[in-house]
């Protein structure tokens, strides 16, 4: 049966980013009845039954991140959205903002009523100026509309959006970072405890959420929770803390395949399905290699394992740290993995943003030897401290502060531990530029 | 009463709110680290501290966290539990010093810092002998105009960002940043706003290893040579607690001691870089007398007879005319000797208080980025009051006379021609704005049939003087300075007063015909034992931080404490 986009239902149309196509089609309908019929408390509820879990990488649960807002807060409570969407290969948010800001504004609007926050911070990366002038239009639109501002649709609750334009780090996407960079200082994210629910902008109690989680706020709140649970991976009864994988979810697709994009699915679709059934199998004819399954930092997976289901689980169950952004990159048969493993660590060397020892030093050591590496000039020992100075570095181990330092490892290990006869053939072989895919290693 | 067990040794904690890092000190265990100081905010970016911590159940059972945690930012409660050498945290040190040199430079041989740089003794005791690391270093270039007191070798700097949050949390001033990301950040300024301020150089104390050097001390000495004693800074009436470092009678650099009784862990540049004078050529070397001929060079022994015949024979023809002048550049014990040996003249003997060297108001630290004082926040204070101990000098100035007569009674008895017989104890820090003494009342001195000064230079004073005793830097006596506070701290002297003279405390000993050396300890006990509002000197010691009023004073010396930085 073939899904029916939820999320992107409005992208494509032409009047998708103004406030008069999106009431057309329905828009600002399910705040109205929140604001009228429901409590904060309420709508808490709803998206917490609905098993609504972040899209923004870690996969926390929504509404129990709502929850740990200290009860009885006299305020202010703030609302983030983090729209940094730094990671690399990643551009779902890109096209919820860019196409149909109202949708998301609905999502910030609806939040802020249910933990009672009067400000919301539209925190989006420098880069992306056609969707920050999207959002500016959609906000605009409305406070006019009466959709923002004082007494909300008379129902006595105030709220006010900022766009604020970040200055293009990849940490500002870490929600402390973020938070930092929002108040004007370099984006160091913050030793936690205190989690910004308790202590966040301005030290004030704040919610850091990503428009794709917010748009499915709406969804959830028009379609009811029963709706979104039955889309998706209902947990493993086998895995008590496994919260399961409920709803839709934006794909980004991306890489040596012949149509990359962005496309919506049930949670759950194999790297497979979504290479060939939606982007169009890989470029010029060739095999995959491999592919990044969700972002960078979440580490490489081999062609072998493609039929993995890309939910908050199936990554991890082959050595990725997890779905991350679900923004899959391919690179096919003819890709040097030891190309990859340079450019990702030069990403990371670059991005690290210095504040703690290992990770600033690591990534940076990690590129040295890639860059050696790659000239040819690797040497077999060299697998071995990289495999160990990324498996050392990170939150994990409790040698960082944040997960970027994981993040970087992760790849590191992965691609040593998946693709090793490649590097060992590659050190062999000396400067060829292009290695010939190599039968994959068991791991 | 809460227990924290680190490395199995219980420790009390009391009701004290600790981290990892303050309670193992309390039990006498180092957790190594660097961006950690107990003055700054904690930012845990070193990551030098990981230690692995647990809960102790009232059971007897330990849990402990499954990961290594940064021990300066963990709080601990009773039944915590440090473990600081366990295979899990010796991995993760030693994996943090690996980092940590990758790109440090390791040029201990012409580095200042080796000998007590943090990186070394570190990588001593808890590093790897060798580095996996086999590609080139980065090398940023050296600033070393990042300040006018400061020298930045960017490439020796392991970003704990001590300094940058000094900048800001002490000084205010924030000129300090971190530009760049990762691996490539760097310490800098911002063009045009250099790293100025009157407490710059602390930012050197803090730095754990020879990045940011101090352009006063650069390539001066290598500081396995140098003695260090406690002392007290004479700059001003805050009377910081400090280190003189110095070498063969040779004053190299002060550093602050950290003392929260006085002024906590830092002092001011001006009172940092003040003690040149102590070094100079110039000072005067030996007693000079002036004769029919002119001046001539004499033994102490003859500098002190030749005064006391004087004072005799004037305080013989008038008693009124007998004055002494202290200054508040003295310490207590020198105070207390010159008075007593002018008392012992007569009760119309006149003592008097030198000009009290005041300079603009108090300036309080932290200032606001636009230089403005924050009210109710002062966390350093550099006073106006230029002189380490007046507050010494009046409670003897009270006990001798019942009250303290100010400098200018005795001006305006010297312009109408009373003053007889005087001596004028000097030891004034010469600040190069002009003498102590008021200029226009030089002239005057012609009138004075028989004058005595202390002072460390030739100066207009001097010039009219008939016996000049060369006077002591405060780096080369002991005794005890009573800060604003009030708070009797012990100076200790690191040189010998040069050439021929002696300390002043010396000069007045011999004056009064006391036999013996000065020993600060022996007349601090007289001192407290006879005057009831000194008493807090009366055991002779004073203990390393110090003795406020009402404290009791320590029994004993105390034992020399090998700093930890």
Same mark, same amino acid.
């Given at each position: ?443 | ?66 990961? *290594?945690? $940064? %021990?300066?930012?963990?709080?601990? #409660?009773?039944? &915590? ?5 366990? @295979? ?100 800098? *300024?911002? $063009? %045009?706003?250099?790293?100025?301020? #009157?407490?710059? &150089? ?5 730095? @754990? ?357």
């Amino acid at each position: 049966m073939a899904y029916e986009p939820v999320l992107l239902a409005r992208v494509g149309k032409a009047d998708s980013t103004s406030i008069e196509g999106y009431r057309r089609d329905g828009g600002y309908e399910t705040l109205a009845r929140a604001l009228k019929d429901m409590t904060g408390e309420q709508v808490t509820e709803v998206v917490k039954g609905a098993g609504l879990r972040g899209r923004g990488g870690a996969g926390f649960p929504t509404g129990l991140k709502w929850t740990f807002l200290p009860k009885g807060h006299p305020g202010p409570i703030y609302l983030c959205v983090n729209v940094d969407e730094s990671e690399p290969c990643t551009f779902n948010n890109r096209v919820l903002v860019e196409k149909d800001p109202h949708q998301v504004l609905e999502g910030i609007i609806l939040a802020c009523y249910a933990f009672k926050a009067t400000t919301a911070y539209f925190y989006i990366r420098y880069e992306y100026g056609t969707g920050m002038r999207a959002m500016q239009k959609a906000i605009d639109e409305a406070y006019a509309a009466g959709f923002l501002g004082k007494n909300i649709l008379g129902s006595g609750y105030s709220l006010d959006v900022f766009v604020h334009r970040g200055a293009g780090a990849y940490i500002c996407g870490e929600e402390t970072g973020l938070i930092e960079s929002l108040e004007g200082k370099r984006a160091w994210p913050r030793i936690k405890p205190p989690f910004p629910a308790i202590e966040g902008a301005f030290r004030k109690p704040t919610i850091v959420n990503n428009p794709e989680t917010l748009a499915n706020v709406v969804q959830i709140l028009k379609r009811g929770a029963d709706w979104f649970k039955s889309i998706g991976v209902p947990p493993d009864p086998k895995n008590p803390r496994d919260a399961g994988s409920y709803g839709p979810k934006l794909y980004c697709i991306s890489g040596h395949v012949n149509n990359p994009g962005v496309v919506e699915l049930p949670l759950g679709v194999t790297v497979r399905q979504l290479i060939n059934e939606h982007g169009g199998g890989v470029w010029k004819g060739k095999k995959a290699k491999g592919c990044i399954p969700g972002g960078n930092s979440m580490g490489l997976m081999t062609e072998a394992e493609f039929d993995t289901p890309l939910d908050f689980n199936g990554p991890g169950r082959v050595g990725c740290l997890g779905l991350g952004t679900g923004a899959v990159t391919v690179f096919d048969e003819d890709t040097s993995i030891v190309d990859v493993l340079y450019n990702l660590c030069r990403f990371f060397q670059h991005e690290s943003c210095g504040q703690c020892t290992p990770c600033r030093e690591g990534t940076g050591w990690m590129f040295k030897i890639m860059k050696r590496f790659q000239a040819g000039q690797g040497r077999r020992e060299d697998l071995a401290v990289l495999e160990e100075v990324a498996d050392k570095i990170g939150i994990m181990p409790g040698t960082t502060i944040c997960g970027l330092a994981d993040g970087a490892g992760w790849p590191v290990k992965t691609a040593i531990r998946k693709f090793r006869q490649e590097f060992e053939k590659y050190i062999q072989d000396g400067t060829a530029s292009k290695s010939k895919p190599l039968p994959m290693a068991a791991h | 009463m809460a227990t924290v067990y680190v490395n199995d040794t219980p420790v009390d904690i009391g009701d004290e709110k600790l981290n990892c890092v303050q309670a193992a000190e309390k039990a006498g265990i180092l957790i190594p680290h660097y961006c950690y100081h107990p003055a700054l905010s904690v930012v845990a970016s070193c990551r030098m501290c990981l230690v692995e911590v647990g809960d102790k159940k009232p059971d007897g059972t330990v849990a402990m966290q499954p990961k *290594v945690v $940064p %021990g300066c930012q963990t709080p601990v #409660k009773d039944g &915590t539990v440090i473990i600081t050498r366990s @295979p899990k945290a010796k991995d993760a040190q030693e994996r943090t010093l690996e980092s940590l040199l990758l790109n440090h430079p390791l040029d201990c041989p012409v580095c200042d810092k080796a000998g007590e740089c943090s990186l070394q003794d570190y990588s001593f005791g808890y590093g790897k002998a060798e580095s996996r690391m086999n590609d080139e270093k980065k090398t940023p270039p050296n600033k070393p105009d990042i300040g006018a007191n400061i020298n930045l070798f960017t490439d020796r700097c392991i970003m704990c960002s001590r300094c940058v949050r000094f900048t800001r949390e002490i000084a205010g001033t924030a000129e300090l940043h971190i530009t760049h990301r990762g691996d490539h950040a760097e310490i800098d *300024v911002f $063009p %045009g706003d250099p790293l100025d301020n #009157k407490l710059s &150089t602390n930012v050197v104390d803090l730095c @754990p290893v020879g990045a940011l050097a101090s352009k006063d001390f650069l390539y001066t000495q290598r500081v396995w040579n140098l003695k260090t004693v406690d002392s007290v800074c004479p700059g001003c009436s805050t009377g910081c607690s400090i280190h003189v470092d110095g070498n063969k009678g040779v004053v190299y650099r002060l550093r602050p001691r950290v003392n929260p009784k006085a002024q906590g862990h830092f002092m001011c540049d001006e009172g940092r870089l003040g003690y040149h004078y102590a070094n100079s050529a110039e000072r005067l070397r030996e007693p000079i007398v002036r004769g029919p001929h002119g001046w001539s060079p004499v033994g102490h022994r003859e500098a002190v007879q030749r005064t006391q015949t004087g004072f005799n024979e004037y305080s013989l023809r008038s008693i009124t005319g007998v004055w002494g002048v202290l200054s508040p550049f003295m310490t207590v014990e020198e105070a207390y000797l010159l008075a007593s040996w002018i008392r012992d003249f007569g009760k119309e003997a006149r003592l008097v208080m030198g000009p009290v060297p005041v300079e603009g108001q108090d300036d309080h630290y932290p200032k606001d980025r636009r230089g403005n004082e924050i009210p109710g926040a002062s966390k350093f204070t550099i006073r106006s009051e230029k002189c380490p101990n007046r507050k010494g000098v009046e409670a003897i100035l009270e006990h001798f006379s019942g009250s303290v007569v100010s400098f200018d009674a005795f001006l305006a008895a010297l312009q109408k021609g009373q003053v007889k017989a005087a001596i004028l104890a000097g030891g004034y820090v010469p600040t190069g704005k002009g003498h102590w003494f008021p200029a226009e009342a030089v002239p005057h001195l012609d009138q004075v049939p028989f004058l005595v000064v202390h002072e460390i230079f030739k100066s207009p004073l001097s010039e009219k003087a008939h016996v000049v005793f060369p006077a002591a830097s405060w780096a080369e006596k002991e005794g005890t300075y009573i800060n604003h506070n009030g708070l009797a701290q012990a100076i200790h002297w690191i040189s010998t007063p040069p050439g021929e003279s002696r300390t002043d405390g010396q000069a007045y000993l011999d004056l009064l015909g006391r036999t013996g050396l000065m020993r600060a300890q022996q007349l601090r006990k007289e001192i407290g034992e006879k005057i009831p509002s000194l008493i807090q000197l009366s055991t002779g010691h004073l203990g390393s931080s110090g003795v406020l009023p009402g404290e009791a004073p320590p029994a004993q010396a105390p034992k020399q404490k090998i700093p930890v930085h």
